[in-house]
DNA sequence: ACAATAGTGTCTCTAAGACAATATACG
DNA sequence: CGTATATTGTCTTAGAGACACTATTGT
C-alpha cells in the first residue's frame, strides 16, 4: 500500500499554553480568523509545513511564534489526538503540546486569557487538550519542577511556593518545598540579589541552574 | 491555507509490544516484508486508514489484530515521532504506542520476541521509541499497576511481585509490596483458587477487578 | 522598638523496609 | 515430621509535616 492509497489526513498543532494569573491556572485562546470556527476561541494551532518544521515540536514552536510572538518556552508534548469527527473537514490529526510562560511575556498580546476552570465551549477538541495538559501539570508538580517555568526569574524560594500552591490547589508546608527544592537541584542563589522594598528580612533570589535552562531541546523525548 | 497546500504528511501508527520472557523485558518485532526497509526486523506498524480507523487508538489495535492476531491487549498513546528524515518516504509522523501482553499470549505468532537490552538496528526511530515505552513502564510501575498487565490471570501475589522485580529490576520488600496492592485496591482474590502442587503453602490467587479490566476503553486520554 | 516575612532547627508522626513468627501444602 | 514457600504481625528507620525559634529588613 502507497501512501497516496489512504486519504490525507488532516495534519495539525495545538497548543495549550498556560499561565498563572492571580494564582489562578489560565489558558491562552486566540480568536480564529478562518474557518473551521471561524471567529470562535480556540487553542492557537496550525497545520504542520512538512516544508519547514523539523519536527511537530518545531511546528508548534513556530506556531507559538507566529500567533503570540513568543520564542522559547518551555514546550512538551502531550498526546496527539485524532478522529473523523473532531474536525468537519475530515479525518484529522492534531499532536497537542503544552506550554508554560510566566504571565508577564504575555502582556499585549493577541492572545486571550481564561481560567481554566471557566472555559468557554470550545470547538475542535481543545477542552480535551486543556485538561489533559492542567493534568499533567498537575501531576508532573508533584514531583519535578515543571511550575518553574510559570515563574519569571529571578525568583524567591516563597513566590515559588506560591507558584506551587496555585497550580496544585493546596497548601504546601514550607520547610518540605524547601527541602524537596533543595535535593531537586536545580535552582542556584544568585549572589547578593535580595528581593528589598518590603518590611521586612529580604528573601535570596533564584534562578535556574543554566543545564535546565530553555528545555525546549531536552524535552523532546522525555517521556 | 488549505490542506492541500501542504504537502500530504505520512501518516502511521507503531506498537511497541512488551512482555515478560524469563524476567526480562523483550519487545516484539516483525519482519518488514514491503520498502522501505523491506527484509529488516522493527516494530509492527502501518499506515492510518481513515476510511476505517476511528482514531489513531483504533489504527494501533488493528494494526497489531493484522499483524499478532491478538485481540485487546493493554494499549497506551506513548508518544508522536516526526520529521523529514526518520522515513525515506518522505516527510512522516508515527503515533507510538506500548502495548502490554503475558507472553503466553504470543505462543506460535509471527513476532520475534528480542530482550530490550540487546535490541538489534531497527528502521526508522524505533529505538527510541522502545526506549521511550521501557522508560514508560519503568516509571509508572513505582506506582501504578501498569506491569499486571504483563501477567496472565490468575496469578498469585509473589508472581506479580517478581514481576514487579523483573520490570523494575530490583528486588521488592514483600510485605511493602503487598500493602501497595492492597491499597492500589484493583485485584480481588478468587475465593477457593490456590496455587497448588507445589511442596509448600499454596498461594491464593488473584485477578483484576472487573472495573480495571480490558483498559483499551479507559486508557484513551489517561495522561 | 515593632511588625512582618525569610530562613532554620527540632520534634512528631506516618509510611516504607527489615525481621521474624506462623500457616499449610507435599513428600 | 521436615522442608519450602505463603501470609501476617511487629519493630526499626527514613522522610514528611508541624511547630517554633532566630534573622533581617522598613517604619
Sequence with gaps: MTPAANPAVICTVDVVLLTLVQDTLHAALLRRDKAPFA????????????QEDADTQASAARVLREKSGLQSPYLE????????????????LAVAY?????????????????????????????????EAAVT???????????????????????????????????PLNKVSFRRKMEELGMLE?????????????????YRLKPAFRCSLSTSLRGL
Excluded at 471567529?39 to 509545513?49: K, M, R
Aim: hydrophobic share 45%; with cysteine; charged share 10%.
Design 39 to 50: 471567529g470562535a476561541l480556540a487553542l492557537p494551532g496550525g497545520y504542520i509545513h512538512a
Design 77 to 92: 508534548q502531550l498526546a496527539t489526538f485524532s478522529g473523523p469527527v473532531r474536525d468537519p473537514r475530515g479525518w484529522s
Design 98 to 130: 503544552c506550554a508554560l510562560v510566566p504571565a508577564a511575556l504575555l502582556e499585549g498580546g493577541a492572545l486571550e486569557l481564561v481560567p481554566v476552570s471557566a472555559l468557554p465551549p470550545l470547538p475542535f477538541d481543545h477542552r480535551a487538550m486543556v
Design 136 to 170: 499533567r501539570v498537575r501531576n508532573k508538580s508533584q514531583y519535578s519542577s515543571m511550575p518553574v517555568y510559570l515563574c519569571a526569574e529571578p525568583f524567591t524560594l516563597p513566590q515559588l511556593q506560591s507558584v506551587y500552591e496555585a497550580v496544585l490547589g493546596e
Design 189 to 205: 542563589p544568585m549572589p547578593g540579589a535580595m528581593q528589598t522594598g518590603a518590611a521586612h528580612r529580604p528573601a535570596q533570589m
